[in-house]
């Protein structure tokens, strides 16, 4: 089921809006520290709680340029793609927002903190033929070395930036057509948010959202679109052996709980994960 609505970039005056989007800035890098692991959770933790495995971010890419039904996103921005034309992918992971815009876009650019992610990235872009260029490092330290792009696309990275604003804005500067942001409803950790109860005993937020995100956005003056739809859960991108072992490595927690992951993961598959795509058209 998709809904979409906009958000009217002229609902605030212009005078206004530097107060705005600090406010709205500050307010989602509060909520978004709220999500910090307890250090006496972190500090018994078995193995770093941090980072993707690459095998799921490369069956997410696999699984994008299989699919015939075009998402919300994939379908905002091929549709601004102009033939032979140009994507910018922030937080690319393995290529799953980007590759499958080729065609019609002719060159592929991945901006992500991770080589080995980018060596995937690249792996799938020679496999298909599709030029492309990889740039290594975090937005948007790195956006001075990105060139700008027809369209720039940028998939499930907000909830780990902090300071939004100086983001969202590199992703408009480097946009000469539109900008296409995919992400969760709400926090994509908050899907463990009985096991953290259960296991620790803790109660995790449940703040920011993605109408905070197109606020901001919205407060820099943008034309916001946002449009929501479903897809499966995270959880269930990877095979069941492998899911476990990623939650219990966000969980903190070692083998010994397998079997209740595993058994929360089995009662949780069929429900869908809610996510929003934000696109707005640049002014250049």
């Known amino acids: 089921m998709r809904t979409s609505w906009s958000v009217p970039a002229t609902r605030m005056l212009i005078s206004v809006v530097p107060l705005a989007v600090r406010e709205i800035s500050a ?8 999500w910090a692991i307890p250090e006496t959770v972190l500090a018994a933790a078995p193995e770093s709680p941090w980072g993707f495995p690459p095998s799921l971010f490369a069956r997410t890419a ?7 039904a075009f998402t919300p996103s994939r379908r905002r921005a091929a549709e601004a793609v102009p033939t032979r034309g140009s994507v910018l992918d922030i937080g690319a992971g393995g290529g799953a927002a980007s590759l499958p815009l080729a065609p019609p876009a002719g060159h592929l650019v991945a901006v992500d903190e991770s080589q080995i992610m ?3 990235f690249a792996e799938a872009a020679e496999r298909r033929g599709v030029p492309y260029k990889v740039i290594v490092g975090c937005w948007p330290a790195v956006a001075p070395e990105a060139p700008n792009a027809d369209v720039v696309v940028c998939h499930h990275v907000l909830y780990n930036v902090a300071d939004l604003a100086p983001f969202v804005t590199a992703l408009d500067r480097h946009a000469e057509r539109r900008v296409v942001v995919e992400m969760t409803e709400r926090h994509p950790q908050g899907d463990l948010t ?9 109660d995790r937020p449940t703040e ?11 407060a820099l003056g943008y034309d916001v679109h946002v449009e929501r739809f479903e897809g499966s859960a995270l ?8 899911g476990i072992a990623f939650a219990r490595r966000r969980l903190c927690v070692g083998p010994e709980y397998d079997a209740e992951i595993g058994a929360y993961i089995d009662e949780t598959a069929d429900l869908a994960r809610q996510l929003v795509t934000l696109w707005w058209d640049t002014a250049s």
């Not at 920011?208 to 919205?218: G, I, K, Q, T």
């Not at 959880?235 to 492998?242: D, G, I, M, S």
């Open 208 to 218: 920011p959202s993605a109408a905070d995100a197109a606020e901001l956005a919205a």
């Open 194 to 202: 009985p096991l953290w109860s259960a296991i620790h005993g803790i």
């Open 62 to 68: 696999e699984r994008a340029l299989a699919e015939v």
């Open 235 to 242: 959880w269930h991108e990877l095979p069941r052996a492998e």
């Open 118 to 120: 980018l060596d995937v």
């Open 27 to 34: 307010r989602w890098s509060r909520q978004l520290g709220s």
